[in-house]
């Protein structure tokens, strides 16, 4: 925006005291008005045409670039700073704290960069990377390796998920491991519970039969989530 009056020491400096001409005196008074005006307005409703009651509250804040300043104690500084050659909202506190606010377009995040975390969802949020060398696993917790557990942050643990029924029967000392709750009797197609009664043995059987298993795939339901590592 251009200016009625160049703001400047000479602007300042005028009306003379010396030279000055008394009768200039009201349009001085009125120039110092008008570039009030047009410099507050810039951030400031100040519309002479307005509603004064309005006059000075803010449309919008222009912070303009500068260095960090020098802390003060009981009061705290916003302001725009370069970050990575880019205006961007910083904010110090009393105790000489900066904290970057704004990074990239989006509030700055207070995660270091390489730190892992788990999300419920598809897609890594904005700033983060998905792990792809991870894939159908369970979540192990650990307390850290410094404290006597496994190593954090290991790509897995390995091992087998095995699902084991043993089933017991008294009266002739039998007993049979499960890899499922279809038990059945020699290998057929009449299943263990038809024959294994509520009283806990096996009932008389006329012939002699091999206690079987079947063996049947099983995995727990599970909610999919997906680790990612911060950009």
């Keep these: 925006m251009a200016y009625s009056n160049i703001w400047n020491a000479s602007f300042e400096a ?61 009061k705290g500084f916003l302001y725009a700073k370069n970050y990575n050659s880019k205006a961007e909202l910083h904010y110090l506190d009393e105790d000489n704290n ?27 949020p904005e700033g983060w ?28 643990s390995s091992g087998t998920w095995t699902r084991t029924q043993t089933t017991t029967i008294p009266k002739d000392g039998w007993s049979v491991s499960l890899g499922s709750t279809s038990g059945y009797l020699g290998g057929g197609t009449t299943q263990l519970n038809q024959y294994y009664g509520s009283t806990g043995y096996l009932p008389h059987i006329d012939t002699d039969r ?20 911060k950009d």
């Excluded at 900066?98 to 897609?123: H, I, N, R, W």
């Excluded at 792809?132 to 979540?139: E, F, G, H, I, S």
């Design 129 to 156: 990377t998905i792990e792809n060398t991870l894939n159908d696993k369970l979540v192990f917790i650990s307390k850290g390796s410094a404290a006597g557990g496994q190593t954090g942050g290991a790509a897995h």
């Design 98 to 124: 900066e904290v970057l606010l704004t990074k990239s377009g989006s509030v700055a995040s207070s995660f270091q960069s390489g730190t892992k975390m788990l999300f419920y969802q598809d897609t890594a």
């Design 14 to 74: 005028s009306p003379s005291g010396t030279t000055g001409n008394v009768a200039d005196g009201d349009d001085i008074i009125r120039e110092l008005k008008l570039a009030i005006r047009e410099r507050m307005q810039k951030d400031h409703y100040f519309d002479p045409s307005g509603t004064d009651a309005d006059h000075g509250e803010h449309k919008k804040v222009t912070l303009r670039v500068c260095s960090t300043p020098d802390n003060v104690a009981d």
């Design 210 to 229: 091999d206690l079987t298993a079947t063996n049947s795939s099983w995995r727990p339901a599970a909610y999919v989530c997906i680790i990612c590592s």
